[in-house]
């Protein structure tokens, strides 16, 4: 697990659990981040390792051992980085783009399934990646090119059981999600959040790789500074 901290003099801290596959380097992660810290906060990102064989021991408790250590800080979490947040401890407002809480019903992860049982964490799996139109329509090639190319049987079982014992989502937290996703399980985010603290977006899984980016910063932001009474009085739908 690799962590960076953005903006040293930032007031006030935020914990960034990117998704799995991005990187700092990336260029739309880095207008986030860097969104970010304009609004004055000190970014503590963390880059998920892209394989793993424990999902506590690789990715939940090298985050939960960091955050012990503030005093006070606000989440943001995309995607798997989401599956780590929602049992972490201690933060003030939760914000989650995209959470990967779910799977899709697809033949590919129907096929996943079957993998998982292999008793082995070598990453032999072919991953097809995720073109421009699953990504967002911002998604760069350096992007693209950059994406993890193989899983591994541990990984697909040790996300899914994560995935099968999700804690209860707090009450306050607020999600941002297309209805296009392909790559998350929209049931899995209804059955966990009231619709009135889900804002749609129209775009790909990532909200900061789609062109519409620029119209929700500002309610992300708020999100992180208020809570779920930031979006409360936005129409359910929001496209």
Known sequence: MRHRIFNEDGGEELV???????RWTHENVSWLIGKCANAGYRVHAF??????????????????????????????????GALIAQALDGAENHVYLSPWWGRP?????????????????FPF???????????????????????????????IRETTHAQ?????????????????????SLQAIGERVPSKHVVLYDGGHELFSSSVRERYIDAVLSALENGAVAVEDRPTVTV
């Open 16 to 22: 960034f659990l990117m998704g799995w596959g991005n």
């Open 47 to 80: 880059e998920l390792p892209t394989n793993i064989e424990d999902f506590k021991a690789d990715w939940l408790e090298p985050v939960a051992e960091y955050v012990v250590e503030l005093e006070d800080y606000q989440l943001l979490a995309h995607s798997a």
């Open 105 to 121: 019903n697809t033949p590919l992860n129907a096929v996943g399934s079957l993998l998982a049982e292999l008793p082995t964490d």
């Open 125 to 155: 799996v072919p991953f097809p990646g995720f073109d421009e139109d699953a990504l967002g329509d911002l998604a760069t090639d350096h992007q693209l090119a950059t994406q993890p190319q193989w899983i591994s049987p541990a990984f």
């Open 164 to 184: 099968e014992e999700l804690l209860t989502i707090d009450h306050d937290a607020v999600v941002f999600c297309s209805l296009r996703d392909p790559v998350v």
